[in-house]
């Protein structure tokens, strides 16, 4: 049935595949980062992303100065938890996702490779500070916070991938791979399922 309504579609309907952004790819960026905070914000964005295999969106603003604490995630919803054997996750409250109006929870463990999304949260919060009550992914500009819009988000991961020497990455692609990545670590498809 799901074949059929695909041929269907109209051609408007349908989007190129998305090549999966893999941690290897990611590691090949971390290699071009500066020190600069609008750096530091994409790179720890991306980790976060890439390791609750959320959507692009759901961490950054929709435009560069429209921030709205009821749809955009603030470093208040963020916090750690610790299981009955000892390990620690970072959990993200969402407060509206694509798919659910009143939000969900994502979240990662440190990973203890590379690309650790834990060092690079901590590496943003304490290079761009962002305010309690204002964006996650901000960075400094001088003496003021800008907002991480989508776009630049984007804009500004396709010159770092593009540097490392691969091809521009799109936001699905993060998604996708993240994907990837848990299947092949043996997180059962079913449970990737349900992560997103």
Same mark, same amino acid.
Request: charged residues 20%; glycine residues 6%; proline residues 7%.
């Given at each position: #049935?799901?074949?059929?309504?695909?041929?269907?579609?109209?051609?408007?309907?349908?989007?190129?595949?998305? !090549?999966?952004?893999?941690?290897?790819?990611?590691?090949?960026? !971390?290699?071009?980062?500066?020190?600069?905070?609008?750096?530091?914000?994409?790179?720890?964005?991306? #980790?976060?992303?890439?390791?609750?295999?959320? %959507?692009? &969106?759901?961490?950054?603003?929709?435009?560069?100065?429209?921030?709205?604490?009821?749809?955009?995630? =603030?470093?208040? &919803?963020?916090?750690? *938890?610790?299981?009955?054997?000892?390990?620690? =996750?970072?959990?993200? =409250?969402?407060?509206?996702?694509?798919?659910?109006?009143?939000?969900?929870?994502? /979240?990662?463990? %440190? /990973?203890?490779?590379?690309?650790?999304? /834990?060092?690079?949260?901590?590496?943003? #919060?304490?290079?761009?500070?962002?305010?309690?009550?204002?964006?996650?992914? =901000?960075? !400094?500009?001088?003496?003021?916070?800008?907002?991480?819009?989508?776009?630049?988000?984007?804009?500004?991961?396709?010159?770092?991938?593009?540097?490392?020497?691969? *091809?521009?990455?799109?936001?699905? &692609?993060?998604?996708?791979?993240?994907?990837?990545?848990?299947?092949?670590?043996?997180?059962?498809?079913?449970?990737?399922?349900?992560? &997103?």
């Amino acid at each position: #049935m799901l074949k059929g309504a695909a041929k269907l579609a109209p051609p408007s309907a349908k989007q190129d595949l998305q !090549k999966p952004v893999t941690a290897e790819i990611i590691a090949d960026i !971390k290699q071009h980062l500066t020190n600069k905070p609008l750096d530091i914000a994409v790179y720890a964005c991306l #980790m976060t992303i890439f390791y609750t295999a959320a %959507r692009v &969106g759901e961490f950054t603003t929709h435009h560069c100065n429209h921030f709205d604490p009821a749809k955009n995630i =603030t470093p208040a &919803g963020v916090r750690t *938890e610790t299981n009955h054997n000892g390990l620690q =996750t970072t959990v993200f =409250t969402l407060p509206c996702t694509k798919v659910s109006s009143t939000g969900e929870e994502v /979240q990662w463990a %440190r /990973q203890n490779r590379p690309t650790d999304p /834990q060092t690079a949260l901590m590496t943003h #919060m304490a290079t761009n500070n962002p305010p309690l009550d204002g964006p996650l992914f =901000t960075y !400094k500009d001088g003496s003021k916070h800008r907002l991480l819009s989508k776009a630049t988000f984007l804009r500004w991961l396709k010159v770092l991938a593009r540097a490392a020497g691969h *091809e521009a990455v799109q936001g699905h &692609g993060i998604r996708v791979g993240a994907t990837l990545e848990y299947l092949l670590c043996g997180v059962p498809f079913d449970v990737m399922k349900v992560k &997103g």
